[in-house]
């Protein structure tokens, strides 16, 4: 119960000091430019900056447009107020606009039902590039479990406490990060391999690579968070082939499992132990386990699609998005990057096909 109550309190701290600076300061645009004409805008919401983040929007794009926003964060009954606000705002800054707001799970599409928006289903975790969490074969098994989270309370690392065999990947940003819950979780779990840990004067964060490589010496996922978004991690370790022990969650990391590789427990550190033994006794084979995966990413691909290709479609657009999408698509389909620099993404290989 205690545990508890300081991941709400490390939550509520974090979002203040969220709101105290980039208020101040404004937050970086995290968006994508998925087609240039006409303007197709993929933006991450961020709810601090967004008045800000539209007036810029309206500065540099010329024109009617479609804008997507996808939500990193659980979405909630603030989210659709935030969202009419968005909705006035883009009338005065980017007339003409379209807005569908992508939701991670089916229980945030409800959230829109009786409002003047449109919500679609549109799991975000879709969009990792599976050229680079693959499985390695040549990669020895050396840890029961690995979790992959930032060194948060929301993370709720005191569930991997009876793990014995356990690895961590984690980081750390400034603006929220906490000490005193850094050092408790490195000092609990003293028995863990830190792969990378934050509190090390040598702390690095991993490249997408790496992460993929460390996944790759691990048996089992672990996603043991109450509430976020979709958490990336969740689908990188199905994409490397590992099953996953997880605890009920809102936000939406569960529209990619299923019940042959995701066992789900008790948010007890005894059950989470108990279930990574009986993940690895199912034997399950990667390559099974991230076929299964793949195919729901496809399917939220193709939604993504359809949605673009039917606003081409109304304003008299012959364009196919489909392979506009597959030759310009890159990891999480975005990066955070300074209004100036926004631009469309340069063409490249196609990381998946439909």
Known sequence: MLDELRVSVGRWRQMIKERIIWGRTGKPLRAGLL???PPVLYVKFNDVA?????VELGRKLQGPG???????WLQNERTVKWMREVKTLCAKHLPGWEIVILCNSEPEVSLYANSDLRAELFNQNSLLDETIYKIDPSVPKEFDAIYDGQLIRFKRHHLAYDVRSLALISYKYDMNYDPSYGRKVVSDLSH?????????????KLTDAEVAHQYNRARVGLCLSAEEGSMYASTQYLLCGLPLVTTKSRGGRDGMFNEIDCIYVLDTASAV??????????QLDPADVRRRVLEKMEQHRARLITIVQDYLRRRGSEKNFAEIFSRHFTNKLLAVKPMEE???FP???????L
């Open 35 to 37: 087609l240039d004409e």
């Open 347 to 353: 063409a490249k290989n196609a990381a998946f096909t």
């Open 50 to 54: 967004w008045r800000w983040q539209i």
């Open 66 to 72: 479609l804008l997507l926003v996808g939500f990193l």
């Open 273 to 282: 132990a108990a279930a990574v033994k009986e993940a690895i006794s199912r």
């Open 342 to 344: 926004l631009k469309m």
């Open 192 to 204: 863990a391999t830190w792969i990378n840990n934050p509190l090390d004067p040598n702390y690095r």
